[in-house]
């Protein structure tokens, strides 16, 4: 029998959020791929995504982008 992880994304947040959707799924996945390179304490609980991990980061302002022209 497979096992699925389910991946947690918090919907709240994202709907109680004002800036630019595109802006933050753009800095979600760049933040993913740094991750993806140079890991994370959040990966080492085996049930987070890289994807969630990065998505709640950016969402909660863990971490800070800034868009360039």
């Known amino acids: 029998m497979k096992e699925f992880i389910v ?10 959020n004002k800036k630019n959707v595109y802006e933050l799924t753009c800095a979600a996945i760049k933040r993913a791929k740094q991750i993806a390179i140079t890991g994370d304490e959040e990966l080492e609980d085996k049930s987070n995504k890289i994807t969630s991990i990065s998505l709640d980061q950016v969402l909660s302002q863990k ?7």
């Open 63 to 69: 971490i800070q982008y800034k868009v360039e022209n």
């Open 7 to 16: 991946m947690s994304i918090p919907l709240a947040t994202l709907e109680d």
